[in-house]
């Protein structure tokens, strides 16, 4: 007896502090949301860099195409939190501004302001007391604040998924056999792939219907174990005490069936773009009629842009009359066309995750590799044209471009007897058409002696 007497003392004294945390909250979500966005705000340049550093990674093998997708993911989930936040910091800021009128000018004198009746009447229908309105305010204010995060942790389940369903299909054939057929989070394991996809809509469904499969009686059984199942997998128990509560009364309700809107209106808003030059023409692709930045390392461009392309040095020829060409070596391109070239071309590194450190597990380097064979290889792969003239004799040699990030190989192209004034380099790299090789038509790049 008195346990329970102390249990529901406890109960008590626990309903009053969070209902004086309640009344406090504004507080703490201005300077939690405060906080957040600076650190929001500073942190975006670094991960936009992240791109790049993604793109590398998943261009060394297609079984880190994912990386991109989550990488993606998270971005969005960045962005649409830290424009979730500036609304809800702009509504408080609001809020408090109503709250100080309040305690100059008390409420609304409609009869003060003398206005026709139709207009009085339809003010008093429409805004009412300047109290409700304070409340109105005060709940915007702190569903806002709550769905920042509940869209956080959408975005962070839909990782979580995404990485969980990759798994179930790889281990699908591994168990069954079969090769990988795409890098897709839903595509490249036949049966596997359409059970994924089938099971993820119908929880899908019921997640924006606010719970419309659970008040099925047909179909309340066997959705109940994929619940559970879904549950876990998108780590469903950081928000769903958030997602329940919202949804438990009309206004939270007419709230989540927006949220999916207000996301894409979030994103829309982000993607609206100025189209200002009528007949500036859009980059092409083989550089004839465009001399882009990104095709010289010593001028500013977008490293992103750079990560498939050969690059000069300068698009100057240096004073005693050389070019400097970089070719990247991407490897889930090349490496198929390397073997094409050379079917008993052994490897120069064993790739794969290896621990080397305060433990040192894994080989990484072939001792047996022919760096010339290898080499030659690379010299095959690709054909370097100054103004139409083949320049066959140019040896290529491996070489880490710090600036970009990636290996590849480097030309040292003479340029010695070419006259003063504009010219083209013309790279041609071989491409895979069936299961033959064939030369691209190449792209161009100007550079000036």
Not at 271 to 292: L, R
Not at 377 to 397: C, E, G, M, Q, W
Request: hydrophobic share 45%.
């Amino acid at each position: 007896m008195e346990e329970s007497k102390h249990t529901q003392e406890d109960k008590q004294t626990a309903k009053s502090w969070l209902d004086y945390l309640q009344q406090e909250s504004w507080q703490l979500e201005l300077l939690i949301s405060g906080f957040v966005i600076f650190l929001l705000i500073g942190g975006w340049q670094p991960l936009s860099e992240l791109e790049y550093e993604a793109m590398l990674l998943a261009n060394t093998s297609n079984s880190f195409r994912t990386v991109i997708f989550v990488y993606y993911v998270l971005r969005t989930a960045y962005f649409s939190l830290l424009m979730c936040l500036l609304i809800h910091v702009v509504l408080r800021g609001l809020w408090i501004a109503a709250v100080g009128l309040r305690s100059v000018s008390g409420e609304i004198d409609y009869e003060a302001l003398n206005f026709k009746t139709r207009f009085t009447q339809r003010l008093k229908r429409r805004i009412g007391s300047f109290d409700e309105y304070i409340n109105r305010l005060e709940r915007f204010c702190s569903v806002a604040f709550t769905i920042a995060f509940l869209i956080l942790f959408c975005f962070l389940s839909l990782v979580s998924w995404s990485l969980v369903a990759i798994v179930l299909q790889r281990g699908f054939l591994l168990i069954v056999g079969g090769e990988w057929q795409g890098t897709g989070i839903l595509g490249g394991a036949g049966t596997m792939s359409l059970v994924v996809i089938l099971f993820s809509f119908i929880y899908f469904i019921d997640f924006i219907s606010l719970g419309w499969l659970k008040k099925l009686r047909w179909v309340n059984r066997p959705y109940y174990y994929l619940y559970i199942f879904m549950g876990w997998v998108t780590l469903a128990r950081f928000y769903r005490p958030l997602y329940y509560n919202l949804i438990d009364h009309r206004f939270g309700r007419y709230l989540a069936l927006l949220l999916p809107f207000v996301i894409v209106l979030i994103l829309a808003g982000a993607s609206i773009e100025q189209v200002k030059y009528a007949y500036f023409p859009v980059m092409t692709g083989d550089g004839k009629v465009w001399q882009d930045a990104n095709n010289y390392d010593d001028e500013e461009g977008n490293d992103f842009n750079r990560i498939w392309r050969t690059s000069l040095k300068s698009r100057y020829a240096s004073p005693s009359g050389w070019i400097e060409a970089f070719v990247p070596y991407i490897p889930v391109n090349d490496d198929p066309r390397l073997l094409l070239i050379d079917p008993t071309l052994d490897v120069s590194q064993y790739t794969g995750t290896k621990l080397n450190g305060a433990f040192t597990i894994g080989q990484r380097s072939n001792p047996d590799a022919d760096y010339e064979r290898i080499l030659n290889a690379f010299r095959k792969k690709t054909r370097l044209y100054i103004n139409d003239s083949l320049y066959h004799h140019v040896t290529p040699l491996f070489h880490f471009h710090n600036q970009r990030k990636q290996p590849g190989t480097s030309y040292m192209i003479p340029v010695h007897d070419l006259p003063p004034g504009r010219h083209e380099l013309l790279i041609k790299t071989r491409i895979i058409s069936g299961d033959t090789l064939r030369w691209s038509d190449g792209r161009t790049i100007y550079f000036y002696k």
